[in-house]
């Protein structure tokens, strides 16, 4: 017990150190740990890793897209529900269809009803995988949001399709007209699941006594109740956590308080953070247990197979993000469009950006060993090889190219008509507005009388001119740069930090009023860090 602790002690230093090194190179970081992990899955002092799929998919997922909905914005993912909905669902289908037809024809003994089932499986791409990549280079936020939207539901129609195949092989049968029905159902009953326990939830954190912590555990808690619930009534669970995150947090302005807000956010950070981190390591720590488990398909075979069929699917993303971009001009005509002229540089980046990762991994490790009737599951060794290689070849090849694809075809981004600084300002100067409002309106009394609140509405003041000379065109340049002001903030930073480790010292002096105001000079420090920064997006 204590060997095998400390040897998940070590992957999860290993982890680190990979993610550190993967932001020095400016790589994004899953592919160094599959690769990583890769590289230590032949050193003899590490024992065998098998990935329990229940242990993905009911431990990992759950928290991963609940996230993920959590920090996607509805308004920008309803503006480009379209393209989301049909590369989510259609171009999920598609896929799966191809890779079908494709996979019975090339391969000896694979019938069509396993081809199905390997589309199911490599049919959606990897958001994490992308996004991470984007984080580091220039693209069109448009690019971005449609990425992070498809992912929130393409896992769901994959895992839907993966479903349905499964049956089908195991039964011997498929009833198209059953499917489609049951294709729906779970479809619409996973979403009213969702929002049904979100409103649950809602009602808890907007009128019962709680905390910052209390919110902070019921938010850990939230997206395995409704994962859980979904699965045992067979309705999607990916729908249920991503419909109930949305929905969740549409009204976390209203349900929330400011250190509710700060907590949670901390707490999901470094969770994501580490359970991706995890599950990207355990991707390349597999491979030796797949190529094991092979059996009679010889591995130089399975390698063919396998990147045949990677080939396949890149370019049938491909083809279909430049055929929407072009169906698009043509329904533009009809009815109005989020973009009627996409262009092909955007889709193609899009397309391209179409890396697959660790739903489709446990997907495939999920199938069976044997069949209901004793059996042995059909090619099942091949198909977990073929995910594989699926995986490492997009995951690698798509996503070290994706940075050069971006500069080279040099993208503009046309969403937004105010640049983000103006915006910033715009927004900065309204609050300070709306703040002076209150104070001069209803509580000009007491601001008369308090010092405290005139400080307040001095600050306010001071805010409202600097912001509107900074909107003015005449004062848009000022006499020291952001850089400068940044490190002119740092320092007085740093002095009153100094100061309070020297007060700390002093027995009179109570070490919690100390972290009280270390907080406090944290939240002014992110405060100055969020207002002076200037994002590369």
Same mark, same amino acid.
């Not at 694809?405 to 609050?431: A, G």
């Given at each position: 017990m204590h060997d095998t602790f400390s040897i998940y002690i070590i992957l999860l230093l290993v982890i680190l150190f990979l993610i550190m090194l993967a932001q020095k190179l400016k790589v994004s970081y899953p592919i160094v740990l599959v690769l990583g992990g890769l590289a230590l899955s032949f050193f003899p002092w590490l024992p065998e890793i098998k990935i329990d799929p229940d242990l993905i998919f009911v431990i990992f997922l759950p928290p991963l897209l609940y996230e993920a909905a959590w920090h996607t914005s509805w308004k920008e993912f309803w503006k480009w529900r379209r393209v989301i909905s049909s590369f989510a669902f259609l171009i999920v289908i598609l896929t799966s269809c191809v890779i079908a037809f494709v996979s019975s024809s090339l391969i000896p003994g694979f019938t069509l009803a396993l081809g199905f089932l390997l589309g199911g499986i490599?049919?959606? *791409?990897?958001?994490?995988?992308?996004?991470?990549?984007?984080?580091?280079?220039?693209?069109?936020?448009?690019?971005?949001?449609?990425?992070?939207?498809?992912?929130?539901?393409? $896992?769901?129609?994959?895992?839907?399709?993966?479903? /349905?195949?499964?049956?089908?092989? @195991?039964?011997?049968?498929?009833? /198209?007209?059953?499917?489609?029905?049951?294709?729906?159902?779970?479809?619409?009953?996973?979403i009213a699941t969702g929002i049904a326990i979100a409103m649950v939830f809602y009602a808890i954190h907007r009128w019962l006594p709680v905390t910052a912590n209390i919110n902070t555990l019921f938010t850990l808690i939230a997206p395995y109740i409704m994962y859980i619930a979904a699965e045992q009534m067979h309705f999607s669970g990916v729908l249920s956590v991503v419909s109930g995150g949305l929905f969740l947090s549409i009204r976390s302005h209203r349900i929330f308080d400011h250190r509710s807000r700060l907590r949670t956010e901390n707490v999901w950070s470094a969770l994501s953070f580490g359970l991706n981190g995890i599950v990207f390591m355990l991707i390349g720590l597999e491979l030796p247990?797949?190529?094991?488990?092979?059996?009679?398909?010889?591995?130089?075979?399975?390698?063919?197979?396998?990147?045949?069929?990677?080939?396949?699917?890149?370019?049938?993303?491909?083809?279909?993000?430049?055929?929407?971009?072009? /169906?698009?001009?043509?329904?533009?005509?009809?009815?109005?469009?989020?973009?009627?002229?996409?262009?092909?540089?955007? *889709?193609?980046? /899009?397309?391209?950006?179409?890396?697959?990762?660790?739903?489709?991994?446990?997907?495939?490790?999920?199938?069976?060993?044997?069949?209901?009737?004793?059996?042995?599951?059909? +090619?099942?060794?091949?198909?977990?090889?073929?995910?594989?290689?699926?995986?490492?070849?997009?995951?690698?090849?798509?996503?070290?190219?994706? *940075?050069?694809?971006?500069?080279?075809?040099?993208?503009?981004?046309?969403?937004?008509?105010? *640049?983000?600084?103006? +915006?910033?300002?715009?927004? +900065?100067?309204?609050?300070?507005?709306?703040?002076?409002?209150?104070?001069?309106?209803?509580?000009? $009394?007491?601001?008369?009388? @308090?010092?405290i609140l005139q400080s307040i509405k001095l600050k306010h003041s001071g805010n409202a001119r600097l912001f509107e000379g900074r909107l003015a065109e005449h004062s848009i340049d000022r006499p020291i740069t952001d850089e400068e002001y940044r490190k002119i903030i740092a320092e007085v930073v740093l002095a009153q930090r100094e100061l309070l480790h020297q007060l700390n010292r002093k027995q009179e002096i109570d070490e919690e009023v100390i972290r009280k105001y270390n907080a406090i000079l944290d939240l002014e420090e992110e405060n100055f860090s969020v207002r002076f920064s200037k994002n590369a997006d």
């Open positions: 490599i049919s959606p *791409p990897d958001a994490v995988s992308a996004t991470s990549i984007m984080k580091q280079i220039k693209v069109p936020r448009r690019l971005v949001t449609i990425i992070e939207g498809e992912s929130l539901l393409n $896992d769901a129609a994959s895992l839907i399709v993966f479903r /349905f195949a499964m049956a089908a092989v @195991d039964s011997g049968e498929f009833v /198209f007209k059953d499917a489609v029905f049951s294709f729906f159902v779970v479809i619409v009953m996973g247990v797949i190529i094991a488990e092979l059996g009679d398909t010889s591995l130089s075979e399975a390698i063919k197979y396998g990147l045949i069929i990677t080939g396949v699917l890149i370019i049938v993303r491909l083809l279909s993000t430049l055929g929407a971009s072009a /169906f698009t001009v043509v329904i533009s005509r009809f009815i109005t469009t989020a973009d009627n002229r996409p262009g092909w540089r955007g *889709p193609l980046i /899009f397309g391209w950006a179409g890396m697959r990762g660790v739903v489709s991994l446990a997907a495939a490790l999920s199938i069976p060993v044997y069949l209901t009737n004793g059996q042995a599951f059909p +090619q099942r060794n091949l198909i977990l090889f073929i995910t594989f290689i699926v995986i490492l070849v997009t995951l690698v090849f798509q996503g070290l190219t994706l *940075p050069a694809l971006v500069k080279w075809l040099k993208v503009e981004d046309r969403d937004e008509t105010i *640049p983000k600084e103006r +915006q910033e300002s715009i927004i +900065q100067k309204k609050l300070a507005v709306a703040a002076l409002k209150v104070l001069d309106g209803k509580y000009a $009394d007491a601001v008369n009388k @308090d010092e």
